[in-house]
């Protein structure tokens, strides 16, 4: 005998309360003629800003700088005072055989039918686990999500010495977060030649916050039984290995989308971001279904997944009012030393991504990169920007470069000389 599920039949679902669903929220709910809902796994609505206890928020959407906190409960007062409704501590566990979403609530299951769907669900860190750092297995190793998480809302103590894994910009966040709890951050180990954040961040860090930074080396085993006592750290020019002690250890950045939802649905997978393909209007392969911020580019700013929000609720009114444009378009390939680009498909005639710019993730740096896209083994555009391409952050690729693309020529291929 089944259980037994509601029924609920908004104009627009939008699964994940973040910055991109909330914002995409703000924009559709007064523009349908139905609801707008969103669906959020948490007790609270708002997104990864809600533990993110520092400045830096909102400067590309709302231009003012706010804390995480401040700038969620924004977002959340936005879409509820446009006509949004928010449902909290329901999560989508899959897909019904129309093309619904399921729902598990404190009330019970339900099934959602919408005539669009946003997937916002946005990104997360990858765990000890599936680095596969070996050694021990002790308490006391996070994710800078974990350690946030415990920090800010649940005014947990984590420890006095930390180790964090990795030098990108969520990785000074995570030191931030450490200080607030009372825990000295000793080490950040990064495998690549030199800090993935920007000078910016890394140069006061260093000074400022006193925290040791130690490019090309890694952790080869942590060490402790009931709790972490410290990681043995590998140089990998030399070879030479150390023992560092701490009773922390943090694991940042390394993002991967919360796909499961795509793959679900059977929708194709980019090889580099292991999130949806979408083209720059962030629809996917399936009609009605889109897709928008963190979960197509892990992982980029706040306030940038916000301002897919406003991409996609445009595509997703233009789906609704029966004049969306044509759909496929040229695929585009990212050549090393690129991993990924986001959106990974071009409409010719259709809008241009989000801000106008190309995300990119790139495994080596390049300081004054040439961009160069071929299609059919012919240069069609070529450019010198006058900013770094460097691993651990977002490199945006002006999106007029795809501007000579001729729709019967094949997919397009993006490289920096």
Request: charged share 25%; net charge neutral.
């Amino acid at each position: 005998m089944s259980t037994p599920r509601t029924r609920l039949t908004p104009e627009v679902a939008i699964v994940g309360g973040g910055p991109a669903g909330l914002r995409a929220a703000s924009e559709l709910a007064p523009s349908v003629t139905g609801d707008v809902l969103v669906l959020e796994r948490e007790h609270e609505a708002g997104g990864i800003p809600r533990h993110c206890d520092h400045t830096g928020f909102g400067i590309r959407d709302l231009h003012r700088v706010l804390n995480g906190p401040n700038y969620a409960r924004r977002l959340v007062r936005s879409a509820e005072a446009a006509g949004a409704v928010i449902r909290t501590d329901a999560m989508v566990t899959g897909w019904t055989g129309d093309g619904g979403l399921e729902v598990t609530t404190p009330e019970g299951l339900a099934e959602v039918h919408a005539k669009a769907i946003v997937l916002a669900t946005g990104a997360r860190e990858r765990p000890r686990t599936a680095r596969m750092i070996p050694g021990d297995r002790p308490d006391g190793v996070y994710t800078t999500g974990m350690l946030q998480n415990l920090v800010h809302l649940h005014h947990r103590e984590v420890g006095k010495r930390a180790v964090i894994v990795g030098s990108e910009l969520v990785s000074w966040s995570a030191v931030l977060t450490l200080r607030h709890g009372g825990c000295r951050t000793v080490l950040m180990t990064s495998e690549h030649r030199r800090p993935e954040a920007y000078a910016a961040f890394t140069v006061p860090g260093r000074l400022g916050l006193r925290v040791p930074v130690r490019t090309r080396t890694r952790v080869a085993r942590i060490i402790g039984r009931g709790r972490v006592e410290a990681v043995e750290i590998e140089d990998l020019d030399s070879g030479s290995r150390d023992v560092v002690e701490c009773d922390t250890v943090v694991f940042t950045g390394d993002w991967i989308p919360d796909n499961e939802l795509v793959r679900a649905a059977g929708l194709p997978l980019d090889g580099g971001t292991c999130g949806p393909v979408v083209d720059s209007e962030l629809r996917t392969a399936r009609p009605g279904l889109f897709a928008a911020g963190n979960v197509v580019h892990p992982v980029d700013t706040a306030d940038v997944a916000a301002l897919d929000g406003v991409q996609v609720a445009t595509s997703v009114l233009e789906h609704l009012a029966g004049r969306a444009g044509e759909s496929g378009g040229l695929r585009i390939v990212a050549d090393e030393p690129l991993r990924w680009v986001s959106p990974m498909v071009h409409t010719p005639s259709g809008r241009g991504p989000t801000r106008g710019r190309l995300l990119a993730w790139t495994d080596t740096y390049r300081p004054f990169p040439r961009v160069t896209v071929r299609q059919a083994g012919e240069v069609i555009a070529r450019r010198r920007v006058p900013w770094p391409a460097a691993p651990g952050r977002v490199f945006r690729i002006p999106g007029e470069l795809l501007d000579a693309a001729r729709p019967d020529g094949g997919e397009l291929r993006i490289s920096l000389g």
